[in-house]
């Protein structure tokens, strides 16, 4: 646009070349020489040369408004990113990018391992779920209405009244009666269940609020506690490739009855005390017991006439004293440098 006006026509030349240089272009409509247009307008003297000139004033102010707003509109042209492509697609020639292959989880590679093991000593591994109900979290296991034992287990509880669980326990129910008519036929129940639970904790070294646990269930004839100790034994031993003493101590479980804590003998110092069993020389590992008769009563077996046991643990705590890891976070940290020490 021309300006008859030389003074204002002086100071747009000067604008536009600011509006060309000026990252934020906006600045333009603050610029001094803007200014000093309205300060002179304002010494005028009423006429037609101050009408004429607040006129040509006003017209340069909407030209830069009008730039300003072409410029914030003009959408910029970029050329979509597929992130999928083995090769940068923004460089001038395509050129592929270093790829490294990625490498299974250090919980997963443990995992297959422990089934592995299981596999051998003639179990069937059953996966559990990540949302239940309050029947298969509390109530198929001997857990009354109300009562405190339920106060142990801080859960968290969608709007719809679904429990994320806190135990893999919850499929406990679901394979004793899906095994009952193969006891009837002289078949036992051997089943392992792997998943992974959720628990309103403290976090720090030690506890997750999310992890993996394994439950194990057995139920036949004639099953007494020997065979629970000697089964975990036989698979501690395996897993940990060495021999190992174990004990366990009377505790408390709504579905279990006799309830133990079991523990194993240290396998970094053999009983000798390290910072890993706090010098003790034995590490508490998980929670077992027989089953009560209330828990097979409900999934419709005689305890009169079957008998097993069961017990549940953390994966990420095998694991943990596998390989002497000290904090339990670093399993879900996503920690490039701790999950390649595992590929």
Not at 54 to 73: I, P
Not at 169 to 188: D, F, H, I, P, Y
Request: charged share 25%; aromatic share 10%; net charge negative.
């Amino acid at each position: 646009m021309r300006y008859q006006n030389d003074e204002v026509s002086a100071a747009a030349a000067a604008l536009k070349k600011l509006f060309d240089r000026a990252e934020d272009k906006r600045s333009v409509l603050r610029a001094p020489e803007l200014a000093a247009l309205y300060d002179r307008l304002k010494v005028l003297p009423a006429g037609k040369a101050r009408a004429e000139f607040g006129k040509e004033v006003n017209a340069l102010k909407s030209e830069l408004d009008q730039m300003v707003r072409e410029h914030s509109s003009a959408s910029v042209v970029r050329k979509p990113i597929d992130v999928t492509a083995p090769f940068d697609v923004n460089a001038p020639e395509p050129k592929l990018l270093p790829l490294s292959s990625g490498s299974k989880h250090p919980l997963m590679k443990e995992l297959d391992n422990i089934l592995e093991i299981f596999g051998r000593m003639g179990f069937t591994a059953i996966e559990s779920r990540q949302l239940d109900d309050d029947y298969h979290m509390f109530s198929s296991l001997n857990f009354p209405k109300d009562h405190p034992a339920r106060d142990d287990y801080d859960t968290f509880v969608t709007n719809e009244g679904l429990i994320a669980p806190a135990h893999t326990s919850t499929m406990q129910n679901r394979v004793l009666k899906a095994g009952k008519s193969g006891l009837e036929k002289g078949e036992g129940i051997r089943v392992i269940i792997p998943g992974r639970v959720f628990r309103n904790e403290d976090l720090d070294a030690r506890h997750e609020h999310t992890f993996y646990q394994l439950e194990g269930v057995y139920v036949d004839k004639g099953i007494h506690a020997g065979h629970l100790i000697a089964t975990l034994q036989a698979f501690l031993e395996e897993y940990y490739g060495q021999a190992l003493e174990v004990k366990t101590q009377p505790f408390y479980f709504p579905f279990t009855e006799p309830s133990f804590e079991f523990a194993l003998s240290c396998p970094f110092c053999q009983k000798k005390g390290c910072q890993v069993c706090s010098y003790s020389g034995w590490i508490e590992l998980l929670g077992c017991g027989m089953i009560h008769p209330n828990v097979l009563r409900e999934a419709g077996i005689d305890p009169d006439v079957y008998t097993g046991f069961a017990w549940g643990g953390g994966i990420d705590r095998l694991t943990m004293m596998k390989y002497g890891i000290e904090d339990v976070r670093y399993f879900h940290s996503g920690n490039l440098t701790f999950l390649r020490q595992f590929s």
